[in-house]
């Protein structure tokens, strides 16, 4: 079975643009939650989507936005980009809400930099 | 707030040394416990979890034991190959979270050489 898939897995912007993230996650698994890991940190809580609501938000200012699709992908997307969202983005998806075990399968990541 | 706080790295050890990656935790109650391993170009994948007081979670001969006398949950394994080489993280959720929202430390870098 297919991980987490994510794209793009790199991009270049420049401030001030627009960025949409996209991630597929694994086969069955209805909740999807997004990580900012920003070099020499570890990952920081954006988002998690559950049956296409938004279910938790990290501390980010409102630039940054999610949503969940009928099949459950799920894209992130970043307004007016600033130097200091250059980082790797995370995506990673568990089978229910509240994942009791508090296993996430992540993506490799789609790593942004703006310039 | 909760709060992970991991040793700072990188750890560099020799082949089939002994290794310890320390990390404490600050959380109300009794949060679930984990270490998550980064290899390079690759996502983040669990190792080894534990759930409630004085568990050990262990994967791939590492061993963790939760301790909530000192709100430890140190990172051990015997005898390190240079395949370990990773970035590690200690992450915890909250006791009773509806969400699967991880509070991971900054990560403590491992390298080992033959």
């Known amino acids: 079975d297919a991980g987490v898939t994510q794209s793009p897995t790199h991009l270049i912007k420049t401030r001030g643009q627009h960025v949409t993230l996209r991630c597929s996650p694994i086969s069955g698994h209805k909740s999807v939650s997004w990580y900012q890991q920003v070099l020499g940190q570890g990952p920081q809580f954006i988002f998690q989507y559950y049956e296409k609501e938004e279910r938790g938000r990290g501390n980010f200012p409102d630039r940054f936005s999610a949503r969940q699709f009928p099949n459950y992908s799920s894209e992130l997307n970043v307004n007016a980009l600033l130097l200091g969202d250059s980082a790797l983005y995370l995506c990673a998806s568990s089978p229910r809400q509240g994942a009791l075990t508090g296993e996430l399968f992540f993506g490799e990541g789609s790593r942004l930099t703006v310039l | 707030g909760n709060s992970v706080t991991q040793m700072e790295g990188p750890v560099t050890l020799s082949e089939e040394a002994f290794l310890t990656i320390n990390c404490t935790y600050t959380?109300?109650?009794?949060?679930?416990l984990f270490w998550y391993v980064q290899y390079p170009g690759e996502g983040l994948q669990l190792l080894l979890k534990a759930t409630k007081a004085d568990d050990k979670g262990s994967n791939k001969g590492f061993e963790a034991t939760y301790r909530k006398e000192t709100t430890s949950f140190h990172l051990e394994k015997g005898s390190v190959q240079v395949s370990d080489s990773a970035v590690y993280f200690c992450a915890l959720i909250p006791m009773n979270s509806g969400y699967s929202t991880l509070t991971f430390g900054k990560g403590t870098m491992l390298l080992v050489s033959p």
């Open positions: 959380a109300t109650g009794y949060p679930s």
